[in-house]
């Protein structure tokens, strides 16, 4: 069946450093990809929606300049959190659809 | 900004006990999912309903949308450890976007 991977799964970095997120659609083209957040113990808030050589849609209170979404072919999308500080760290996860809904694995990330 | 309101936020019972789950909104959805994620992992999908009032059983988990498909409740008879994880309604308001729910975390103590 269909499989969204992420990568890297977990990433620890310090504070200021970019962090790049990559989300991949292994068997199937993904023309959109949803970008999540969620903190611990709480449910997972839309970022960002983005679709294959457009720009991204982000929701209300999320920075575009913070969160670079890049989505450049059918079966990659990234999402860059700049210079990231410790409010940052969350469980970011993606999810496409091929006819039905593929979230990806999620990435734990960790800014000291 | 989340439009579904989940009820209780936690929830701790004892093997065998009985459940339910509210996932509330003000807005119409044209589906609504719910869905089970462990810690670390991503939400897996246990059922998607989009008639109002439509009922589904999974075993010994029964889904319910409301009538005016705003809300949703989610039924659980006879819990077990098994059952524990974080519970996660998500509606759809137009296309493929997806709202979660502010989530439901179930303990079930063996």
């Known amino acids: 069946g269909a499989v969204v991977s992420q990568h890297p799964s977990w990433v620890i970095c310090k504070s200021g450093t970019s962090v790049k997120i990559e989300c991949r659609s292994l068997?199937?083209?993904?023309?959109?990809m949803f970008w999540y957040r969620q903190f611990p113990k709480q449910s997972l808030m839309l970022m960002a929606t983005s679709n294959e050589g457009s720009k991204a849609t982000y929701e209300q209170g999320v920075e575009k300049d913070k969160f670079l979404i890049n989505h450049a072919s059918l079966t990659l999308s990234t999402l860059t959190v700049t210079s990231a500080h410790p409010e940052d760290s969350s469980f970011y996860i993606c999810?496409?659809?091929?006819?039905?809904?593929?979230f990806g694995p999620g990435t734990r990330l960790t800014v000291l | 900004t989340q439009l579904l309101e989940q009820s209780p936020q936690f929830l701790s019972i004892q093997e065998g006990e009985n459940l339910t789950v509210y996932c509330n909104s003000s807005?119409?959805?044209?589906?609504l999912q719910w869905y089970r994620q462990e810690p670390g992992e991503g939400p897996v999908l246990l059922v998607t309903v989009v008639t109002g009032g439509e009922v589904k059983k999974l075993k010994r988990l029964t889904f319910q949308f409301g009538d005016a498909r705003k809300d949703s409740s989610l039924h659980i008879t006879a819990a077990q450890p098994g059952d524990t994880g974080l519970y996660l309604c998500?509606?759809?308001?137009?296309?493929?976007?997806?709202?979660f729910g502010t989530g439901t975390s179930l303990t079930v103590i063996p």
């Open positions: 998500a509606g759809a308001l137009t296309g493929n976007q997806f709202y």
């Open positions: 999810r496409t659809l091929c006819n039905e809904q593929f």
């Open positions: 807005s119409v959805f044209s589906s």
């Open positions: 068997d199937f083209q993904a023309t959109t």
